[in-house]
């Protein structure tokens, strides 16, 4: 494990941490990239060969968040709902989906935003649709502030403390940590599923025919 993270370190080196911003912006603002693997890499190099600043790497990733949700409201806020009624099926924004949106947003706004940068797929969209939705700039902006805070630094923290103690325990200690991220991952993925279609009839009831932009 050490040596793989040498290899990240010595490949990116003090690009690291631009590395960790830009891919964790991007990512909020609308492109698929795996920001949150991107930390948690840095994070795991911090923690395993301490040639990395985890307090870098974290103020960077939380930097990297805010900057780029801000950056996605606002697209959305000023021509998203343009974008996503024309091109929306393409990234999986279909009608049902965006109806799901708007009744989120409606009902828990500054929630969704806030534990929104903790799940893939709202990490990526959450920010575009608050604006595409409506929501209000000094809501979405605290939300979005402390979200990014708390998230980069657990898994932050978090991951460069595993990566310090699994150096100094047995090896199986990296294979029950993988197991449990695994299980997570599943658990997660069909309580999703389900999730989305009480999601999807509450949604319609809300917002019966066509949806309508924002005015």
């Known amino acids: 494990m050490t040596h793989f993270f040498n290899r990240f370190v010595e490949d990116y080196g003090s690009w690291a941490y631009l590395t960790v911003f830009v891919v964790v ?22 923690g395993s060969t301490h040639k990395l600043s985890i307090v870098f790497v974290v103020l960077s990733a939380a930097a990297g968040g805010i900057a780029g949700d801000n950056a ?78 708390v998230w980069a630094s657990l898994f932050g923290f978090g991951f460069a403390y595993f990566a310090s103690f699994a150096q100094r325990a047995e090896g199986w200690v990296t294979w029950v940590g993988g197991g449990i991220a695994i299980a997570a991952f599943i658990t997660v993925s069909l309580y999703i599923r389900r999730a989305e279609k009480k999601l999807s009839a509450k949604a319609e009831a809300a917002f019966p025919g066509r949806l309508e932009a924002v005015s």
């Open 25 to 46: 912006a991007l990512e909020s603002l609308g492109i698929p990239l795996p920001g949150e693997t991107v930390l948690i890499t840095a994070a795991l190099a911090a």
């Open 72 to 149: 996605g409201y606002w697209i959305g806020r000023t021509g998203g709902w343009r974008l996503v009624s024309k091109h929306g099926s393409k990234i999986r924004l279909d009608e049902k989906r965006l109806k799901i949106g708007r009744y989120l947003f409606d009902e828990y706004g500054g929630q969704l935003v806030f534990f929104g940068r903790f799940v893939a797929l709202l990490r990526t969209f959450a920010a575009f649709l608050a604006g595409v939705n409506g929501m209000n700039a000094r809501r979405f902006l605290m939300a979005n502030a402390a979200g990014g805070l």
